[in-house]
């Protein structure tokens, strides 16, 4: 018993013992044979929010911004520089800045990861934007330079790839082969309880000191074989621990890449990294470097061969083997290759091994599109290095397992498809859902106007006629018409059966057939124009579509134009404030295409409350007087007195017999409200004199077109001359054309006033007929024209040349912008607000398609550059350039404008020919050679007014020209435009209105 109790005892002291000194080997200070020192708990450091977490990475996030976008500025400056040169650069300096966009497009992705903020965010889809927009520019002067390569299989899987960040060693795989520098954490616990953890590192042998076990051999083990190798020495010794390794930090490897990548060079990786690791950081392979043969040197081991379309075309990872220290991938030169086109879905540019079939070579660039054309695919190839052939093949041959054989070099091209729809009808017009519709076989037009859920009930129908456009192979097109409403009934002649292709065509009435129930009113409305007209409507009705009077209307009486038989014109007056009290005897029935004007106050009465201020002030003009205006009013207003303005005033004033008294004002030294500040009356003039003529700002001529340094330049009218400019804007370049000069002078500089009038007037009647012409043109091609076509055209659709003249602004905003009137009038505006004028009235919305014509206005419908504002002057600029004491070295003016156009090498062909066109010069030819070579005149081709404009923009008809220069065209006007001129007013010859409006034309065009 006693012998029983003593073994008990033994037993409990050897658990104790070993229980004791596994818990000093949990301690890793029991190595270093050091007391454990005392630890004491000390508080854990504050948490960081999350929103401070996000302001420090935003804050990272801009710092890192500055760089990039400074790169990104400069890559600009480049792509600007290289546009301006004329011949091809080095192509290496398109390389390299294509190198430097992918650089910025990696680290703007790598930068902006973790960002979270809208303005962030904005700012990396801003510099995206602009990245992408250079590449879009460095391809455009690729292809400006024939330097467009084929997209190239695999590259843009190492541009366009979001950036990886360094590997984590928390995912280092159970399999990761230790190895010199990795540093493990091994976690020892106990069955019975307790815990240790330490961290130790490989040293130079490979090995690991454990406590208790003494130095272990850990290296090339995996972390998975190193924890089992120490859990069965531990378990020799100790039945209760347990060990357990993982990763703490791993050593890391230096790696070169070399050969055919976009950034060669030496890159350091954790012993985690591999093959495609390495390409990542090198930016991959270049459009010259190899994907099949990319070789991996390592010491004391063969070269491994990389194929990287294994892993690119069927996600094979096999090639991507695990890098060592030392370890150096090459990319060599691309070897063969195709390219294959069209409708694939990886179109470009692969590095196949041969043999290869045209069905292996489809499928390689993932296969043939549903669009694609499998009757017939191209190959393209070079012979023996002399000439190219084409191969035609049937890709869908054997079930798309053609056995044709691709070779090295070829260009495989899979067309599209026919690209129309051919079993399809469509329909148009007042139906609910217009468009097309499948054809099918016995489809009728009530079928498809049902397809089409209906007819529009919101608009009339025009039921007498409908039509069907039927297009026919080898057919010309031709239009079947029917009586919609007879086809809708059943009848089986007019419920056309339809084809393929069919266009169906529904009308409103005002598209076939002429409609006048409109009027029109102008004038002191909210909303002047015209409407259309309801039966039973009064002239009340057409105040109140036209949203009501303005305050500052007359109702006394307003005017109304009433056209009747063989275009006759008769004015109703109307008492409107009677007719709006409810007077039917005042207020008359309207008609079709009746005008009615209401009146302004201003309009009717005398305007003569008013006095002028000219010369030397700010603002000369009419200005309202009030009844005591003086002379230091009239001058504030006018924004005051120019520094050229002399001493003394002129008032003006006539009196009741008919003398003019003048008054003298001191303006330098008035004191206003004194006695020498003399009160105006109504038609005073104060004359303000200047001292002398006195140049203010500095006058400037334009120089364009090809010369050095194109631009704007300050002159001395009194010094400078056509010579001088040129000469400072650097000579002419060698492709200037000196002989096609074009000189433009401002025709006030030209012409007095009276001669200008008749000028504007000229222009203005040439504009009216051609555009007549244009529209008998039309006409006569039975091509309906619509209001609002007429409308932009001057001269064809006027008002009555009693009703006032307003301009298109006038009459949508009801203003009057007469020369009294100085300040906008409040009302009106308020009147004609947006929420007024886009309300609709019982009686229907205005017509915006049948407006007044401009031309009877007043006003012109030619915008930009216009002859009305320039002159051209005929001027030898080759003489100027050879002797500066040439009559043609004229004396620039303010406003001058001098083209310099470049050398032209064609001549140009337009109007009744049966084909115009542009021909390369040929010395000596005729105009009747080029005509003939535009398949000569037309029928209408009228061949006695024939014009041609020289290149430096003189018109000269044709009897004159023995042959023609480069840069002359010839116009052919046709019979009808001659028949209109003909027609109106006497403003000169022919000859003569053709030669100005084509040198017109040219102006235009060359500036």
């Not at 091809?88 to 903020?117: C, F, H, W």
């Not at 709006?580 to 295409?593: A, F, V, W, Y």
């Not at 091509?783 to 609002?788: E, I, R």
Request: charged share 20%; net charge neutral; proline share 5%.
């Amino acid at each position: 018993m006693r012998i029983r109790k003593y073994i008990l005892i033994s037993l409990a002291l050897i658990c104790i013992h070993v229980s004791a000194f596994a818990q000093d080997v949990l301690n890793p200070q029991v190595l270093s044979g050091q007391p454990a020192p005392i630890v004491i708990q000390s508080p854990a450091p504050a948490a960081v929010t999350e929103a401070e977490q996000i302001r420090n990475q935003e804050s990272l996030f801009q710092t890192r911004l500055v760089p990039i976008t400074t790169a990104t500025e400069d890559i600009s400056r480049t792509i600007a520089d290289l546009r301006k040169m004329v011949n091809p650069p080095d192509p290496r300096e398109l390389d390299n800045v294509e190198q430097k966009i992918v650089l910025a497009e990696q680290e703007l992705a790598r930068s902006a990861m973790g960002t979270t903020s809208p303005i962030a965010k904005l700012q990396e889809s801003d510099l995206q934007d602009r990245l992408f927009s250079l590449r879009l520019s460095v391809e455009t002067l690729k292809r400006r330079w024939g330097w467009s390569q084929d997209s190239v299989f695999g590259l843009d899987f190492f541009t366009a790839a979001s950036p990886t960040s360094e590997l984590d060693v928390k995912t280092a795989p159970r399999g990761y082969q230790l190895r010199t520098g990795d540093s493990v954490k091994i976690s020892v616990s106990s069955s019975l309880g307790g815990e240790k953890e330490y961290t130790r590192e490989l040293d130079q042998d490979g090995r690991l000191f454990v406590p208790a076990l003494g130095k272990v051999a850990a290296s090339g083990k995996t972390i998975t074989q190193l924890e089992a190798a120490l859990n069965s020495q531990y378990k020799k010794q100790f039945s209760q621990l347990s060990v357990a390794v993982s990763i703490d930090k791993m050593s890391s490897i230096v790696v070169q890449v070399a050969g055919a990548v976009v950034r060669p060079g030496s890159y350091k990786f954790t012993g985690m990294a591999s093959v495609f690791d390495a390409l990542y950081k090198a930016g991959g392979p270049t459009a010259a470097g190899s994907f099949r043969q990319v070789t991996l040197a390592r010491d004391g081991a063969a070269k491994r061969v990389v194929d990287l379309y294994g892993f690119l075309v069927n996600g094979d990872k096999s090639q991507d083997v695990p890098l060592r220290d030392g370890d150096l991938l090459f990319v060599p030169p691309v070897g063969k290759t195709i390219v294959v086109y069209g409708e694939v879905v990886r179109p470009g540019r692969y590095e196949p091994t041969f043999p290869l079939s045209l069905a292996a070579a489809v499928k390689l660039a993932g296969g043939a599109k549903p669009s694609g054309f499998l009757q017939t695919v191209s190959i393209e190839r070079v012979v023996d290095g002399e000439y190219k052939t084409l191969v035609n093949a049937k890709l869908n041959d054997l079930g798309g397992k053609s056995s044709v054989a691709v070779e090295p070099g070829d260009q495989v091209t899979v067309m599209s498809i026919k690209a129309e729809r051919t079993n399809m009808v469509s329909i148009s017009g007042p139906v609910n859902a217009p468009g097309p519709y499948a054809f099918s076989e016995g489809l009728r037009v009530s079928d498809l106007v049902k397809a089409a859920q209906g007819l529009s009930k919101d608009v009339e129908i025009h039921f007498r006629r409908a039509d069907i456009l039927r297009i026919e192979e080898g057919k010309s097109p031709s239009i079947l018409s029917f009586d919609l409403q007879k086809a809708l009934a059943g009848d089986a002649v007019q419920d056309v059966k339809l084809q393929k292709l069919d266009r169906v065509f529904l009308y409103v009435p005002e598209q076939v057939e002429f409609r006048t129930n409109y009027f029109t009113i102008t004038g002191a409305v909210s909303k002047p124009g015209a409407y259309r007209r309801a039966n039973a409507a009064r002239a009340s009705d057409a105040v109140a579509a036209a949203g009501g009077i303005l305050p500052n209307a007359y109702l006394a009486r307003a005017d109304m134009i009433r056209h009747g038989d063989n275009n006759t014109r008769e004015i109703i007056r109307l008492n409107l404030d009677a007719a709006l009290q409810g007077s039917q005897k005042d207020d008359p029935l309207l008609s079709d295409r009746d005008e009615i004007t209401v009146y302004t106050y201003d309009q009717i009465r005398s305007n003569f409350t008013t006095v002028r201020v000219v010369g030397s002030v700010q603002r000369p003009g009419l200005y309202d007087r009030a009844d005591n205006m003086r002379v230091s009013d009239l001058l504030f207003i006018a924004g005051g007195v120019l520094p050229e303005a002399g001493g003394v005033a002129e008032v003006s004033h006539a009196q009741d017999n008919g003398d003019l008294l003048l008054t003298k004002v001191n303006v330098a030294a008035l004191v206003p409200g004194s006695a020498a500040d003399v009160l105006l009356n109504d038609g005073d003039v104060l004359s303000v004199p200047a001292l002398g003529s006195a140049l203010r700002t500095p006058m400037t001529v334009t120089v364009q077109g090809e010369v050095a340094y194109p631009g704007t330049y300050s002159i001395d009218p009194r010094k400078t001359k056509l010579a001088d400019v040129i000469a400072r804007a650097g000579g002419m370049t060698s492709v200037a054309d000196t002989g096609s000069l074009v000189f433009l002078r401002r025709k006030d500089s030209l012409q007095s006033a009276t001669q200008l009038s008749g000028l504007d007037l000229i222009a203005k009647r040439m504009a009216s007929f051609v555009n007549k012409q244009f529209l008998v043109q039309l006409a006569q091609m039975k091509v309906t024209t619509s209001a609002q076509l007429q409308q932009e055209l001057p001269g064809t659709l006027a008002l009555p040349k009693n009703t006032p003249q307003v301009s298109q602004r006038e009459l949508q905003t009801g203003t009057d912008t007469s020369a009294a009137q100085t300040k906008p009038r409040i009302e009106e505006q308020f009147s004609a607000g947006k929420d007024v004028t886009q309300s609709e009235t019982a009686m229907g919305s205005k017509i915006d398609g049948v407006a007044i014509s401009e031309s009877e206005s007043g006003h012109d419908n030619i915008s930009g550059f216009s002859p009305d504002d320039y002159g051209r002057v005929g001027v030898d600029l080759a003489s100027v350039l050879k002797d500066s004491g040439s009559k043609h070295n004229l004396m620039l003016k303010d406003g001058d404008i001098v083209i310099v156009p470049l050398i032209s090498d064609t001549i140009t062909i337009m109007g009744a020919v049966l084909h115009p066109h542009c021909f390369v010069a040929e010395e000596g030819k005729t105009m009747a050679y080029y005509i003939e070579k535009s398949g000569g005149y037309s029928p209408d081709a009228s061949r006695k007014f024939i014009t041609v404009v020289r290149a430096n923009g003189d018109a000269v008809p044709a009897g004159r020209v023995r042959q023609m220069s480069p840069g002359d065209i010839i116009y052919v006007p046709n019979s009808g435009l001659i028949d209109v001129a003909s027609k109106t007013e006497k403003i000169g010859s022919i000859t003569k209105i053709l030669s100005d409006i084509l040198s017109s034309a040219f102006i235009i065009t060359r500036f």
